[in-house]
């Protein structure tokens, strides 16, 4: 009786700029967590966005209302933010990275209130209903 192979699996091919920031020190996010986020989206065939995200509802959403590309539209953002009712005022700390840390912190305090709501304001006064399924995962 032949031993049985293990099927090996194809590798992940993860976006070189998302392996970069993985590698850097001193994020206030794990690297494994970030790992495991860019592996997820690479075996769905996603890009370097998803790649940067848990690319679950909210952020598939907040992709599509304020990134110009891979970028974030900083002003946009903020008016999401003002419209959801999410007080962003003490976050002025522009040093190094300031962007990704404002995007995260955002996105945490909205992920409260729209799992709260069960729905999104967008930044030009459009209300997206929140699936339920995400909502029940993020309401506390």
């Not at 206030?28 to 690319?55: D, F, I, N």
């Amino acid at each position: 009786m032949a031993k049985k192979q293990k099927e090996q699996a194809t590798p992940v091919e993860i976006d070189a700029t998302v392996a970069e920031d993985i590698a850097k020190k001193g994020s206030v996010v794990k690297a494994g967590y970030k790992a495991r986020y860019a592996a997820r989206a690479a075996e769905a065939g996603l890009g370097r966005t998803a790649q940067r995200s848990c690319w679950d509802w909210l952020a598939q959403t907040l992709a599509g209302e304020v990134l110009d590309g891979t970028k974030l539209d900083v002003a946009k953002f903020q008016r999401l933010l003002e419209a959801n009712g999410v007080d962003h005022s003490r976050w002025t700390n522009r040093s190094k990275g300031w962007e990704g840390r404002l995007r995260m912190t955002g996105r945490l305090a909205l992920q409260r209130i729209v799992a709260e709501a069960g729905i999104l304001k967008t930044a030009d006064g459009e209300e997206l209903e929140a699936p339920a399924e995400w909502v029940a995962k993020h309401a506390h």
